[in-house]
């Protein structure tokens, strides 16, 4: 069974950085995508980055030039893939919890249980 931990959430005060982390097991096929998605409270989740098994980056406006997110596993021999999001210069409206996403086709995606990331003023 498919499964996606998210770990590294926690407290930060304005200007720091947390480093997320994304363990997915089970991925016996090939993905299309790795991605970051975040929820604040009585908000829409929404998009942050995304990392295409073709090594594809992107970023949502608001992150770009603060978040980065690494290179996760690809080996096919393997069936975990990781990858992690680096947080710098966080600001209090980054504050949400932070949803890993893999797609696998258009119609086939799987999230996991999400990291909360709290930025103090």
């Known amino acids: 069974q498919v499964q996606l931990v998210e770990s590294g959430g926690g407290v930060v005060q304005t200007g720091g950085s947390l480093t997320l982390s994304c363990a997915a097991s089970?991925?016996?096929?090939?993905?299309?995508?790795m991605a970051w998605y975040r929820q604040a409270p009585g908000r829409q989740r929404e998009w942050v980055a995304t990392l295409t098994s073709r090594g594809r980056l992107s970023y949502a406006d608001s992150v770009k030039g603060r978040f980065t997110i690494s290179p996760f596993t690809i080996s096919r021999d393997s069936p975990r893939k990781s990858m992690s999001l680096q947080m710098n210069s966080l600001k209090p409206e980054d504050t949400a919890v932070y949803y890993c996403?893999?797609?696998?086709?258009?119609?086939?995606?799987?999230w996991g249980q999400g990291t909360q990331v709290t930025v103090s003023s």
């Open positions: 089970e991925i016996n096929f090939d993905i299309n995508s």
């Open positions: 996403n893999l797609e696998r086709t258009r119609e086939i995606t799987y």
